[in-house]
């Protein structure tokens, strides 16, 4: 079993920043990848970052690449996403995934989830 724990949401105004942690617990070894999705209302979840334990290479989706930092932090067992330069449509519940097998821009590859936090951005 893995707990993913979330935080760092919040409501900030367009071109600002925000910084998402999550902290993983349990049988974190299993996980080759954490990566972090978002859900607007109404939407599908889509991909947003991810970065292997080993080696730290990160994946982005187009729509973030640029903007978005994600680093892990192995000693802590915890990954982040720096979110910068933020827009209007950036505005969703993110969440936060690990135990990854397939493609790591695939949710249905990952069998652990976090609660969300919620990222408001406004215009």
């Known amino acids: 079993q893995v707990q993913l724990v979330e935080s760092g949401g919040g409501l900030v105004q367009a071109g600002g920043s925000l910084r998402l942690s999550c902290a993983a617990s349990?049988?974190?070894?299993?996980?080759?990848?954490m990566a972090w999705f978002r859900q607007a209302p109404g939407k599908e979840r889509e991909f947003v970052a991810a970065i292997t334990w080993s080696d730290g290479s990160p994946y982005y989706a187009d729509s973030v690449k640029g903007r978005f930092t994600m680093s892990r932090d192995n000693v802590k067992n915890t990954v982040y996403l720096q979110m910068n330069s933020l827009k209007p449509e950036d505005t969703a519940d993110y969440y936060c995934?690990?135990?990854?097998?397939?493609?790591?821009?695939?949710?249905?590859?990952?069998?652990?989830w976090g609660q969300g936090t919620q990222v408001t951005v406004s215009s």
């Open positions: 995934a690990a135990d990854v097998s397939g493609n790591v821009r695939d949710s249905g590859s990952y069998r652990y």
């Open positions: 349990g049988r974190t070894s299993s996980s080759a990848a």
